[in-house]
């Protein structure tokens, strides 16, 4: 009993731990699982299962800067300003318990109950011990279905699509097969149309029902040669100055469109070369026809042809 509660830090009744034949009960059973699926990811920082855990089962993997009152990793201990004078109640180097120090932390997959002061670890620890980046790369690698926070470091393979229900004809249907339409504001686009009966909904209006339930697109940011294309872009960036520099975009239309632009003060935007993942087209600027060659080269020994 003892060492099983150690290890899984549950406390449970001996009668709930074993049953008369023997056998270990379904809740023991059921923590087990847990716990031997937690330990297969094999991280050696144990909070970092917990996160991938978590990850599998809400479909993303998302993290946000927060303070926090203490680090398990390091000497970030919890504690208190002292008081720089004395005072009625307090003498110079007491401790004001009303003012708790906080570090620079980091909390993975927040959900809407958010704990003031508690993270999961320091940014220093995050960066020592490189857990966004072992994460990524371990989620990347394993292949496993979930989205990845768009970030610095690396594109997740993977884009949660979520799934809603038609409020015209009942029928389930995943986000990315819904028609589109512009904002009010004109700013971009949201889903909208129903791919089965075509029922829109309406800003302020009728809307298709919103479920817990989810399923997975490829992420176009993550292809080969959107990866090869920032990179290439970054390099020419590199000897360029302010102006001079051009802007990669995604298309708020179509995710799977993406484009390289010029950007002016005196011309404003001017396009380069625009390029579509899954029809494998791209296009060039008029002005950049013979400027961009190293762009080209590059879509065109991915298979793509020029429109
Ligand atoms: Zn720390
Ligand atoms: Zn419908």
């Not at 470091?153 to 589109?180: H, P």
């Not at 909208?192 to 009728?206: A, D, L, M």
């Not at 632009?261 to 001017?270: A, C, V």
Request: some cysteine.
């Amino acid at each position: 009993m003892r060492s099983i509660e150690k290890l899984f830090k549950v406390e449970l009744p001996l009668e709930e731990l074993l049953k008369l034949d023997g056998s270990v009960s379904d809740n023991i059973q059921n923590i087990i699982n847990e716990a031997k699926k937690e330990a297969s990811y094999g991280f050696n920082l144990p909070v970092m299962n917990e996160i991938i855990k978590q990850s599998e089962k809400i479909g993303k993997l998302t993290w946000s800067h927060k303070q926090i009152k203490s680090c398990d990793y390091c000497d970030k201990k919890s504690d208190y300003y002292t008081y720089p004078r004395s005072g009625k109640y307090h003498r110079k180097g007491d401790k004001n318990w009303n003012k708790p120090i906080y570090y620079s932390g980091i909390k993975f997959n927040e959900g809407f109950v958010s704990i003031q002061g508690h993270g999961d670890m320091c940014l220093g620890c995050c960066d020592r011990h490189k857990v966004k980046e072992r994460l990524i790369d371990y989620i990347i690698e394993k292949d496993l279905k979930i989205q990845i926070m768009r970030n610095e470091y690396r594109q997740g393979t993977y884009l949660k699509d979520d799934i809603r229900i038609c409020f015209n004809c009942d029928e389930e249907m995943l986000e990315s097969q819904m028609s589109k339409e512009r904002t009010m504001m004109g700013n971009g686009f949201y889903p909208s149309g129903c791919p089965k009966c075509g029922s829109k909904s309406i800003p302020f209006g009728r809307n298709h029902k919103v479920t817990n339930k989810f399923g997975f697109i490829k992420n176009p940011e993550s292809c080969v040669e959107v990866v090869k294309i920032k990179e290439l872009l970054s390099e020419y960036n590199k000897e360029k100055l302010g102006d001079d520099r051009l802007n990669f975009n995604q298309s708020s239309q179509s995710i799977n469109t993406f484009s390289i632009k010029e950007e002016k003060w005196s011309n404003g935007y001017k396009e380069v070369l625009q390029f579509t993942t899954n029809s494998k087209k791209f296009v060039v600027g008029h002005t950049y026809k013979d400027k961009c060659e190293n762009f080209k080269q590059l879509l065109l020994n991915h298979g793509y042809t020029e429109n």
